[in-house]
Structures are given as C-alpha cells and as structure tokens.
Nanobody, 124 residues
Framework: QVQLAESGGGLVQAGGSLRLSCAASGSSLSRYVAGWFRQAPGKERAFVAGVTRSGGVTEYADSVKGRFTISRDNAKNTVYLQMNSLNSEDTAVYFC?????????????????WGQGTQVTVSS
C-alpha cells in the first residue's frame, strides 16, 4: 500500500500560480501511475492530469492544458502539479491519486490510493 499526502494549496489571485506536491510513503511511487483530480463544490471529482510510471507520458484535461504541468520525481517519491494562469474556475479541492492499472487512466475509480486533498482557492 501507499499513503499519499498533498501540500501546497492555498489562496491565490487570478492569474497567479501554485505548485502542489504529493508525497508518497509506504511504497515506492514508481510502481504506480499518478494523477491529480479536483472537486469543486456541487460537482463530481474530475481528472486534471496524469503521468506514467516513468514520467515519460503526461495527459491533461482540456480545461488545464497549457496552464498546468504534472511531473514526478521517483527518487523523492513525489508528484507535482505546477498550476499557472489560475482562474476562479480552478477553485476546488485537489486530490493526488495512484493507480496500479496499465496505461494512464482518467477515471477516478481506476485509482487505488488517494490523498486527503488540498484546497485551492482563486480569487478574482
């Protein structure tokens, strides 16, 4: 099993940037695909970005493409989400997740482990 802990959320003005981190413990994160999801009030949890085990392939939701960058450092057992040009629609709780599934899934139920989430609030 792997335990995940997000950090780096907070309050930022529109147009600003934040960098989220997800630290893994209990197992090597390199065994898993890693993803970031977010959930806004009243909405379902949605895929934001994902990265393969090696870090060689990444995928993004259309709404964040060109603004967000997912990366991982397997030596540090950590996944990152760099978020630039933030707007009010990015306000949500952001969750880190790890999947043992093949490929790079975008569906939350295919992820096996989840962090507790970190709040990101963008003020306009």
């Amino acid at each position: 099993q792997v335990q995940l802990a997000e950090s780096g959320g907070g309050l930022v003005q529109a147009g600003g940037s934040l960098r989220l981190s997800c630290a893994a413990s209990g197992s090597s994160l390199s065994r898993y695909v890693a993803g970031w999801f977010r959930q806004a009030p009243g909405k379902e949890r949605a895929f934001v970005a994902g990265v393969t085990r090696s870090g060689g392939v990444t995928e993004y939701a259309d709404s964040v493409k060109g603004r967000f960058t997912i990366s991982r450092d397997n030596a540090k057992n950590t996944v990152y989400l760099q978020m630039n040009s933030l707007n009010s629609e990015d306000t949500a709780v952001y969750f880190c997740a790890a999947a043992g599934a093949p490929g790079l899934p975008r569906i939350s139920r295919l992820y096996d482990y989840w962090g507790q989430g970190t709040q990101v609030t963008v003020s306009s």
